[in-house]
Structure formats: structure tokens, C-alpha cells
């Protein structure tokens, strides 16, 4: 894909060609006959179907139909195979080529090895052969040859084997037959031909490798090196059971990402996505630089419903790119600020591209706390955009596009903005308690009650959006771009609201399940999609209300094709990261690559998460965001949190799982294969690698944000109250702020040097005051672990023993790592010790834990019998860290007073911008 779009890069595209890209990118690019493209959109249909009936509570109504997960994992992996294959044209670049071809050849040649005594190895071979040579036959893009056809079914036969012979296949767990053996060789073969067809060729080598050191173990270095596995384990491992491709991955793209990807599709097509775009050009579009501030809005509400960066980049870039042209913006600059803003939206809750809910699974909490941690950081890194948008509009003294109205008085307007959140306020309440009373009031009836009132206020905001005129967007390319009306263009999409309302109140509020949350949410987007346009009808009195419900049935099945579609490549990429994954806990290589990391990094915990980052931006430039986050989650993560406790840094796991997130979304930015870069630059018409490199700087903000809450976990919202919690966000988005004033070079007026540093110290301060603090006063008092009973009894109400532990880990080696013990309220050091589950005794001079009390506060934190206490630190008495920030004011004001000396003569018109911004 990537040299397609580098021959297109310096002419912008037609919306054909546009369209084309997105296919090739998301949805398959086979541009296959009517009858084919028709066979296609019916699978996908089927697809969206079978995911809706899984989702819903119908077949435990009805009692027929019910599936448990892996058979629904199973039928899941088939439907996104079978599409792969037909969807997806085999590319016909030499790489490709060869690659498709020796794939199954050193992977078959590796299992014919690993066969051994197991399984006949003739057998092994000729499997091998068949799949090498039907990918080597040629094909074209726009038909499917008779052998995908064959793949197509095989690999569906393949996937869906363990639902069509759950029941024997349970009935002799570790005991595989010839066909088991058969089937999990094939499938795992066309699995990868699937993956290199969908995904490329980054994530096939990877998983390639870890397959390669599974049958190789004993020939690998010492320090990875392992016992090595055969045939009978691999298929075993990989594809009877749910340790590999069976896994967690899929079941979470099963479960709950299929529902949130097709509720996004659905919003887009009944016209959400446009509406979005609009909203935020009305809004916005006036200020300086106004386009691009506006591209990054639309993208941030686009990325609320979209898990894929490319198509964010091309829904709204289309649009956006033009004006951020015709404002200032060079080719690659409003490319960048497209991408930066579209890449942005994976880490914006609800969907975060699927991540979130596999950190449901892999971090063992609720998907409530997952929603809540990651949403500050976020917010804070869109804001943080915005503002390096602002300072580019600034130093090119651009302006905005011409406002189609006179604004009122500020004071107006302000009463407007109040008066509007009062409103907001009152009517959230409202709804929130008069959902408390229907439930008590109606009992079984209740979800009756609640879809009555829903449907009654839906009718009413479309009667209320029928007064005005549908958004349309005007050719970005003509010469002159009028901005839309606010007020109009507000009011006449209020109902795309209530889906995403439904969506959130069953998740925050009712705490349902995520997928039974989407399913609410798209059973939702359905009834709109087959009511708004013939409602609209009726209200705009415009007549043939029969064309309305045919367009509405039309729009409903394109969104569950869509859906289904951009599927495709999340649910092979999932699949094929379980092969990852399953190598991992087959042969234990996290505890060797904790060793590995351990050396490399010296044991300094910052090393170790540089070298995480670097890992994941490697593997970036090649895997999709959710293969890059499962592979080096489950690779890194447990290292990371291991080596910070020995290092006396005690990270929560989802810190961990987010920081690894948030470089792996670099995978769509990182030249030289940044898909979303590439799509931008051919809608702008720049160069591509260019237009990488510029997101990629704008995209600094994100990478400096998991650094900082890994010491900081404040910023996730760890352990901290509404009113902390406001007080950390406005902390927060200033020192981010100052940190994009300061990379961006321009704060008042262009930075001198000592300036920009000035500006990244006083960052660094703002977001971790107690950095500095604990330089002046330590926030712990050592004391010797014989004297651990004396220390609790001093510890204060509410706060933590810090213990340094030493004892034998998982594997029996020893080594060191550090705690933080709660203490129960007592009278004395003595019953608090015994209150936390610690029973104590000296040895030749050692503070040894005798014994630890089941369920106590010590057991939860790891401690065990026969540890010894090495080194015990209480709380010390500290000033408050935010004193620190007395002095980081007084320097902010020095530099404020200082740029502001030299901004009449370069930038006469700040203050106007600052009142803009």
C-alpha cells in the first residue's frame, strides 16, 4: 500500500481514489465483479448478524442459539478468515510474493521437524507444499482465482473447527487425532497467509519468529534458551485449546470489540461522522488556524466511535485538509495535524482501537476503571493539539475562515455558555434520577418504560432538527469555504447523541457488560437507521415517505456490511497475536526477556521504559495497534512492574498496560510505513515521509504523557477524589501546555533558548511537583528492620510501611523487590504489625517473617512465610509538594514578562489570540 500512495503523493486524490485507500487499508481491496462484491457484503452481513444474535440476550430467551465463548471465538476467526481471503487481493510485489510463499515453507518445514515420532512428517510436508504453492500461483486484484476460493474455505473449515467438533475435541483434551493435526497445521499456515494479505508483512514475520524459537528453544542462546516443544504441544497449545489463537485476544475482538466497531459504523452512516465534522467547523472554524482546530475536534468525536486511525484520517481529512490549506497550513503540516489528531482517537475512551477491553482481560479490572484512568490523559493530549495547532496558526500569522454572522457582545455569549451548561446540568439529573424511580416503580416492566421515554425524545429532537437543513459539506477545493451556522447546525443532529447517551449510561451507570453495552447502543442505531430519514420525511413534509424507509433499510445494511468489514483486519490481527502470546507462556520467554531487559538496562527503571518505547515504535512501523499493544504487553509489562518494585518504584499494572498502549499507537504515525501518514499525504498532496516525521513531532506531546504517569499516577485518576481530581486535570493541561510551548519553539512570541528549557523545567514541575520535593525533604525515614514494631506504631493513620523484601521469586531464584504495607488502626506497633498479618522472628541477626495471615493486607501485597525484611522506611513529615509550585509561578511570570516585552514587535496582535485560544 505504502508504494501506491508514494507514486500518488504529490497530487491530491479523487474521492474514488480516496475511497480505494481506505479499502486496500481496512476493508479489503478486492474490486471484484458485481456478483462477487455482492457475495462479499453478504458474508460480512452475516457476520454483523451472527455478532448481534451472540451479543444479545435472545437466545437465552428463545433457548436455541446459544454459544458459549469458544465457539463463538471460533465462528468469530472463520467469518474474518474467509473475508481476508476474498476481500483482500495476495499483492504481487516481489516481497509479497516471496514472502507468502516462504512462510508456509520454513514454518512447515519447522513442524516437519518438531513432528518427530508424533505425527507421520509426510504428512506435515505435503500440507506444507499445498499452501506454499496455492500462494504462489498468480492472482489479480480484480477477480478471485479458483485456489482463494479453496484457501478461503479451507481456512474457514479450519477456524470454525472448533465449534463444528466442540464436543469430541472436549472429550479428549491433550490427546489430539490425525485430524486435529491436520486442521491446526493448515489453519496455522493460512492464518498467516490471511494476516500477510490483511495486514501486511510486519506481524507474519514476528509471529513467524516466535513459532521459529518454540521448535528451536534448545538451539537459542543460553539466556532464552528452553527445552523446545513438538508438534503435539504447538497444535495443542495454539489451536485445540485457548492458550494461543483461541485466546483472549480473540475472545475480547469476539465479545466486545465487533460491537463497538459496528456501532461506530452505524453512527457514521446515518450521517454522526458528517454531523461531527460540521459541528466543530461551526464551532471553530472562525479562530486562527481555525480548520486545523477544528480537524482535531472533529477527530477526537470521531474517534469516540472509530477504532481505525486511517479511516479517521480520510473521513475527516478529506474535508479538513483543503482548508487547512487554503488557511496557511503547507501540505505537510495540515497532512500532520490530520494525522496527530486521528491517531489521538485511539487513545480517546470508549473504544481506545480495541485496547481498552483487552485491558479488561489482561489487567483484571472493571472496564469502568479502564474508561476512567485513560480519560484524563487523553483529554489533556487533545487539548495539548489544539494549543500546538494555535502556536503554528501563530507564528505564520494566519487567520480563520470568515464568520457568516457578526458575534453578540462577549458578556452575551458568556451568559449564552452558562445558562447552556445550567441547562445541560439540570436535564442530566433529571435523567438520572428519574431513571432511579422508573426501576423501583415499574420492576420487570422497566426497560419497557425507559424505551418508550427514549423513543419519545428522539421523535422530539428530530421534529426539533427537522426545523433545520441536514449539514452538508461544501467542496473543500472551491475558492471560497463558507463555515456553517453554529446554532442550525447544532440543533439539527441533537438525536446522534441519545445512541452515544444509551452507550455510556449502560456502561457508567448500569455498569452492564461492554458488550451487552454495545448491543444496547447499536439495537439503538438500528431503530434510528430505519426511522430518522422517513421521521424527517413526515416533519419536513417532503412526500414519498416509501423512498425515506428504503433508504433508511439501505443505510441500516450498509453499516452492518461496514462493520463487519472493518472487522476483517482486527479479528485476524487478534488471532495472530494469540500465536504471540501462546509462545510466550509456552516457553516462558518473559522471565528470560526480563533477564534480557535487566542486563541491558543496568536494572534502572528508566532505562527499561525507554527500551519498552523503543521496542514498541520498532515494532510499530509494522503491527497494527492492537497486535503491537498484545505482543509488547505481554512481553514487557510484567517486566516493567517487576523491575520497578526491585527498584523500589511500585507501578500500578494499568499504567504499565497504558504506557505500552500509547507508543503502539505510534504504529499509524512512524515513518517509514505509517498507513495514517501515508493517507494523509495523499489527500493533501505532500510528501509522505515528510508528513510523518511532522506528526510525529506533533506527536510528542503523547509520548512524553506515559513517562509521566508512571511516576505520577495521579494523572490516571489512581486513588484520587473529584475535587484532587479537577484540581490534577487544570495542573496538568498547563504543564502540557507549557511543554508543547516549549517544543513548538513559540509561547507569546518565537522562544530564545534558555526559554524553551525554562519552559520544559517548569513542565516537569507542574506535573511532578514532588520530584523536587523530595530532594529538599525526604518523604521517608529509614529505620533497621529490627525495629520494624516500633515504626508501625509511628506510622500515621491512613499511611503505608515502605519493606524491602528478599526471598525466592516464581522460578526459585532469589531477589529483592519493595512493598508498601497498610497498617490497620491499633494502640500500639505491636497490634498493628499483627492486625496487617505479620508474625515476625529474629534469625542470626535477621527480621524473618515466621508466618502471614490468610486475606490479611500482607498476603494481598505478595509477603510470605520465610522472607526476610532488609530494609524498613516509615513516612517522614513533609511540606505539601505543591509549595514547589511558588517558585515554578514566579518563573513562569518571568518568562510571561519577558516574551511579553518583545511581542508588540513581532506579534502585534496577541492579545486577540489569546482571547481566540
Known amino acids: 500500500m505504502a508504494d501506491a500512495v508514494q507514486n500518488e503523493a504529490h497530487r491530491g486524490l479523487t474521492q474514488a481514489e480516496i475511497d480505494a485507500l481506505v479499502a486496500e487499508a481496512d476493508t479489503g481491496g478486492r474490486s471484484a465483479g458485481p456478483g462477487i462484491a455482492k457475495l462479499i457484503a453478504g458474508i460480512a452481513l452475516a457476520w454483523s448478524l451472527f455478532q448481534l444474535w451472540f451479543a444479545s440476550p435472545l437466545p437465552f430467551v428463545l433457548g436455541i442459539g446459544v454459544f458459549n465463548d469458544t465457539e463463538a471465538r471460533s465462528i468469530h476467526l472463520a467469518f474474518a478468515v474467509v473475508l481476508a481471503f476474498l476481500a483482500f487481493p495476495p499483492g504481487n510485489s516481489a516481497l509479497q510474493r516471496v514472502l507468502g510463499v516462504a512462510t508456509p515453507l520454513v514454518l512447515g518445514g519447522l513442524l516437519a521437524i518438531s513432528a518427530q515420532d508424533t505425527f507421520p512428517v509426510w504428512v506435515v510436508l505435503v500440507i506444507t507444499v499445498l499452501v506454499a504453492g496455492a500462494c504462489a500461483l498468480p492472482t489479480r486484484s480484480d477477480r478471485i482465482a479458483i485456489h482463494e476460493w479453496i484457501l478461503a474455505a479451507v481456512g474457514g473449515f479450519c477456524a470454525a473447527y472448533l465449534f463444528i467438533y466442540y464436543g469430541p475435541i472436549a472429550d479428549r483434551v491433550g490427546q489430539p487425532i490425525f485430524l486435529d493435526y491436520v486442521v491446526s497445521i493448515a489453519g496455522l499456515l493460512l492464518l498467516l497467509e490471511a494476516t500477510r494479505r490483511s495486514l501486511g508483512p510486519a506481524l507474519v514475520i514476528v509471529a513467524s519468529l516466535f513459532l521459529v524459537y518454540t521448535v528451536l528453544g534448545p538451539y537459542m542462546p543460553e539466556i532464552i534458551a528452553h527445552k523446545g516443544n513438538n508438534l503435539r504441544e504447538i497444535i495443542n497449545h495454539h489451536w485445540i485449546t485457548t492458550e494461543g489463537v483461541f485466546g483472549i485476544a480473540l475472545g475480547v475482538s469476539t465479545s466486545f470489540v465487533f460491537l463497538f466497531v459496528l456501532f461506530g ?167 438520572y434520577y428519574g431513571m432511579g424511580w422508573i426501576r423501583p416503580t415499574f420492576g420487570a416492566a422497566s426497560p419497557y418504560v425507559i424505551f418508550v421515554c427514549l423513543t419519545a425524545v428522539y421523535v422530539a429532537l428530530v421534529a426539533f432538527g427537522s426545523n433545520y437543513p441536514e449539514p452538508k459539506m461544501d467542496d473543500p477545493n472551491a475558492p471560497v469555504a463558507k463555515l456553517p451556522l453554529p446554532g442550525p447546525t447544532i440543533k439539527s443532529g441533537l438525536h446522534f447523541i441519545l445512541p452515544v447517551i444509551v452507550l455510556v449510561w449502560a456502561l457508567m451507570v448500569e455498569r452492564l457488560s461492554p458488550g451487552l453495552s454495545a448491543f444496547w447502543a447499536s439495537a439503538f442505531m438500528i431503530f434510528i437507521l430505519l426511522t430518522q430519514r422517513p421521521l424527517f420525511a413526515l416533519f419536513r413534509r417532503e412526500g414519498d415517505l416509501g423512498a425515506a424507509v428504503r433508504r433508511g433499510f439501505h443505510e441500516l445494511i450498509d453499516g452492518l456490511i461496514s462493520g463487519a468489514r472493518n472487522m476483517i483486519g482486527i479479528g485476524i490481527a487478534t488471532a495472530t497475536a494469540g500465536i504471540i502470546v501462546g509462545a510466550v507462556s509456552q516457553t516462558g520467554v518473559g522471565s528470560a526477556l526480563a533477564d534480557v531487559v535487566e542486563v541491558l538496562s543496568g536494572g534502572n527503571l528508566l532505562a527499561i521504559l525507554f527500551l519498552t518505547a523503543i521496542l514498541s515504535l520498532i515494532l510499530g512501523m509494522g503491527l497494527p495497534t492492537t497486535a503491537n499493544y498484545i505482543v509488547v504487553s505481554a512481553l514487557l509489562a510484567p517486566v516493567i512492574v517487576t523491575l520497578g518494585q526491585e527498584n523500589g518504584l511500585l507501578v500500578p499494572l494499568i499504567a504499565v498496560h497504558l504506557f505500552v498502549f500509547y507508543f503502539g499507537i505510534m504504529a499509524d504515525v512512524t515513518p517509514p510505513v505509517g498507513l495514517a501518514s501515508f493517507a494523509a499525504a495523499a489527500v493533501s498532496g505532500g510528501d509522505p515521509i515528510r508528513t510523518g516525521f511532522v506528526a510525529f513531532f506533533y506527536s510528542l506531546r503523547t509520548a512524553a504523557l506515559p513517562f509521566l504517569f508512571i511516576f505520577n499516577t495521579e494523572l490516571l485518576l489512581i486513588n484520587v477524589g473529584w475535587i484532587q481530581g479537577i484540581f490534577i486535570f487544570i495542573i496538568a493541561t498547563v504543564a502540557m501546555l507549557l511543554f508543547a510551548a516549549a517544543t513548538q519553539g513559540w509561547f507569546l512570541t518565537r522562544n530564545r533558548v534558555w526559554e524553551s528549557i525554562a519552559l520544559l523545567v517548569l513542565a516537569f514541575t507542574f506535573f511532578r511537583p514532588g520530584f523536587w520535593m523530595d530532594m529538599v525533604y525526604p518523604p521517608y525515614e529509614e529505620v533497621a528492620p529490627a525495629q520494624i514494631v516500633a515504626a508501625a506504631g509511628d506510622v500515621p493513620s491512613g499511611e503505608k510501611l515502605r519493606l524491602r523484601i528478599a526471598g525466592l521469586d516464581d522460578v526459585g531464584e532469589m531477589r529483592e523487590w519493595v512493598v508498601l504495607l497498610a497498617l490497620p488502626d491499633g494502640s500500639s506497633g505491636e497490634e498493628r504489625i499483627e492486625g496487617a498479618g505479620l508474625t515476625l522472628m529474629e534469625r542470626d541477626g535477621k527480621t524473618i517473617i515466621d508466618d502471614v495471615g490468610f486475606g490479611s493486607p500482607a498476603q494481598e501485597v505478595g509477603l510470605d512465610w520465610d522472607q526476610e525484611i532488609v530494609r524498613v522506611l516509615k513516612p517522614a513529615e513533609q511540606p505539601s509538594k505543591y509549595l514547589i509550585y511558588l517558585p515554578a509561578l514566579l518563573l513562569l511570570a518571568l518568562v510571561v514578562w519577558l516574551q511579553r516585552r518583545r511581542a508588540p514587535a513581532s506579534s502585534p496582535p496577541r492579545r486577540e489570540e489569546l482571547a481566540e485560544a
Open 265 to 431: 459504523a452505524l453512527l457514521d452512516k446515518a450521517g454522526a461522522g458528517n454531523y461531527f465534522i460540521q459541528v466543530a467547523f461551526s464551532l471553530m472554524g472562525h479562530m486562527k488556524g481555525g480548520p486545523a482546530k477544528a480537524a482535531v475536534v472533529s477527530s477526537a468525536m470521531t474517534g469516540l466511535i472509530s477504532g481505525s486511525s486511517i479511516a479517521n484520517v480520510v473521513t475527516t481529512g478529506t474535508f479538513t485538509i483543503p482548508l487547512m490549506k487554503k488557511v496557511g497550513f503547507s501540505s505537510e503540516k495540515a497532512g500532520a495535524v490530520e494525522v496527530a489528531s486521528s491517531v489521538n482517537g485511539q487513545i480517546m475512551p470508549p473504544v481506545m482501537g480495541a485496547a481498552a477491553f483487552l485491558m479488561v482481560e489482561y489487567v483484571g479490572i472493571p472496564y469502568f476503571d479502564v474508561v476512567k484512568h485513560a480519560f484524563l490523559p487523553a483529554l489533556i493530549s487533545y487539548i495539548a493539539l489544539v494549543y500546538i495547532v494555535h502556536l503554528e496558526a501563530a507564528k505564520a500569522g494566519m487567520k480563520g475562515l470568515p464568520r457568516p454572522y457578526e458575534p453578540g457582545p462577549l458578556m452575551r455569549r458568556l451568559v449564552g455558555i452558562v445558562f447552556g451548561v445550567l441547562v445541560l446540568s439540570a436535564v442530566s439529573l433529571g435523567v
